[in-house]
């Protein structure tokens, strides 16, 4: 009997006339092996995962077909086969540790309760196997730090105490759904190593939920592609990543983007970018917060410079300081040193009201349309928002142009009155990026702008801002952690660590000569869509580690 034996799967939610997530699929998963479950968001993938653990019961969710994990019948079994399965059996590892764990509980404390529940063991035994578990998936003095509450943890670290408490009673399947999408590519290596290692050392099974094909390369045996709720393809990881047979997995694959690929140009200004003067200027800039002993300095004497036309990358692990250089860059936070100007001039110490001519020039596009967009409001009114600040009163033009605005992103103007909500994560940033072009910029600050989108969507957001580029010759500041998107979309690049630049220059030159250790070890990082150069990079990680 297989670990997981799916047959004829089918998940719909809203009743007869609502939406069918998962429509008919089929799989198997044998003990020790793993299985990666890649596709675009909506393709049913995550949906697929919760039905194994019977997670959609008492959601209002319709779930049809046969699901059988670890001998249960998990369409059949009652609610105290159920709990006995989930955990003990099977366990889950989510996408957002910050909402999977208690924030007023010690991380310990959470883990030794999770144990004790299925083992009855005693108070002090399951404290003890809380602190095993949290050493084992490489969690630092991890008695002192089983103390410690989630926000006290990296995300990183978080991640790695969610695997803690899925292994706690040493299941025979791990189920990790997007285990690694908010990390940036170093942690994100930890935790796939760290996965490849429990599972050589336990001989768990390991289903991995991803949208990234990248991720499924470096962790599964075999791999299953969604679409639409559907199975359009599967077998062996290097023969569907390798040599794909359905026109969608060669369309999800053409759309990774990759650290040793051409560079997709994206800029044209009527002059080159690197003989015009700087559009944008930073020259010692610094940010500290805190005082006295509590001081940290999140970014550290920072030199660079933006010229109309032309996109500079700027990569680093999470904490390097990249997203407060990027606020300070469009004046959200005030620089505690150094200079900032915009064409000549310095701008880093005005007022508020000297600003607004500036800030109208000078947009952000944010990594969260979700939080960056009001929910009370339509679309249409945040985007005109930047329109009414500049001084536009006449609501016929206003609605006029948010309509050209919409369409400018590929939206359609009459979804003028629709609220975010309605919206998919892609669109809503397509949202974002209209309001920061209303007000007519020159130059455009993008932090982490398509780090939450799949891959044929991100292309699609990629390709936008490339496109109006080159039709208004904007500067571009693209901030992010994923290596391979920067240098597709940037001329130059500038590698942050701890608050400092480390290198900086040709994009061309950075990736193919990197002069820093660290630029160096955050290239060897990116995920490789070969398996075997994946395994020769783990194995590579793994004899560093040991040395």
Known sequence: MSLVEVSGLTVSFGGADGVTAVDGLSFTLEEGAALGVVGESGSGKSASAWALLGLHRGTGATVDGSVRVAGVDVQTAGDAELRALRGAKAAMVFQDPLSSLDPYYA?????????????????????????????????????????SRPHEFSGGMRQRALMAMALACEPRLLIADEPTTALDVTVQAQILDLLHGLRRETGMGLLLVTHDVGVAAESVDHVLVMQHGRAVERGPVAEVLGSPRQPYTRELLAAVPRVDAERTRAAAASVPAQDGPPLLEAVGLSREFGRGAGRVTAVDEVSLT??????????GESGSGKTTLGRMLVRLLDPTAGQLRYRGEDIGSLSDKALRPVRREIQMVFQDPVASLNPRRSIGESVADPLRAAGETDERLIRNRVGELLERVGLDAGRYARYPHEFSGGQRQRVGIARALAAGPKLIVCDEPVSALDVTTQAQVIGLLAELQRELGIGL?????????????????????QGRIVEQGAVDEVYGSPRDPYTRRLLAAVPALDPGVAAARRAAREELAAA
């Open 107 to 147: 991380v310990g404390d959470q883990i030794a309760e999770v144990y004790r529940v299925h083992t009855r063991a005693s108070r002090r035994a399951a404290r003890a196997r809380a602190v095993e578990v949290l050493d084992r998936v490489g969690i630092p003095d991890a008695a002192r730090r089983s103390r």
């Open 306 to 315: 933006v010229r109309a036309g032309e996109t500079l990358g700027i990569v």
């Open 477 to 497: 500041v693209f901030i992010a952690h994923d290596l391979a998107v920067v240098r597709q979309v940037s001329d130059r690049v500038a590698v942050m660590r």
